[in-house]
Nanobody
């Protein structure tokens, strides 16, 4: 049983900032990577940012220089600091984790419930 619990979404004006958090809990042996996806109405779900346990990061071109992904390994938590937000950033943001629940289990891909981010005047 693995759960990803997200928080930090909300309504913000253009140019504002939000910080999303996602904590993984349950049976977790090791985490390969954690990241954030987003999906706007009528559009494909896209990768926003990802970070590995080794602190390697990758960002979508549309958010480079504005968003920062980070993690706290002790808390199994990943963060997404979003600055200079634009209306185009409006979407449901989903936390994602690829992890190994135990040594005798198969690596799995897990998702949070999603949190709404709305950027509007």
């Amino acid at each position: 049983q693995v759960q990803l619990v997200e928080s930090g979404g909300g309504l913000v004006q253009p140019g504002g900032s939000l910080r999303l958090s996602c904590a993984a809990s349950g049976s977790i042996f090791s985490i390969r990577r954690m990241g954030w996806f987003r999906q706007a109405p009528g559009k494909q779900r896209e990768l926003v940012a990802v970070i590995t346990t080794a602190d390697n990061t990758n960002y979508a071109d549309s958010v480079k220089g504005r968003f920062t992904i980070s993690r706290d390994n002790a808390k199994n938590t990943v963060y997404l600091q979003m600055n200079s937000l634009k209306p185009e950033d409006t979407a449901v943001y989903y936390c994602n984790a690829v992890l190994l629940p135990s040594l005798w289990s198969q690596e799995g891909n897990y998702w949070g419930q999603g949190t709404q981010v709305a950027v509007s005047s």
